[in-house]
């Protein structure tokens, strides 16, 4: 059994993730935001991203997306 909200998140998260690596660029993140209704700059994203990109390689793995 998955809760609903789970599989929302699953679902948004894999519709951003348009390479799908399982993880998100800036760009994506950028289409994630949108998505959710939150309308942010490419300058916020970047400046988001340096604080959750933890290895520098500009990526952010998003493992509990992909939990079962």
């Given at each position: 059994y998955m809760p609903f909200h789970t599989t929302v998140a699953i679902n948004i998260f894999s519709f951003s993730d348009v390479?799908?690596?399982k993880e998100l660029d800036c760009r994506e993140l950028l289409v994630l935001f949108n998505?959710?209704?939150?309308?942010?700059?490419?300058?916020?994203?970047?400046?988001?991203?340096k604080d959750i990109d933890l290895d520098s390689s500009g990526k952010r793995l998003y493992i509990?997306?992909?939990?079962k």
């Open positions: 390479d799908n690596s998505v959710l209704g939150c309308k942010a700059t490419k300058g916020q994203i970047s400046n988001l991203m509990f997306c992909y939990l």
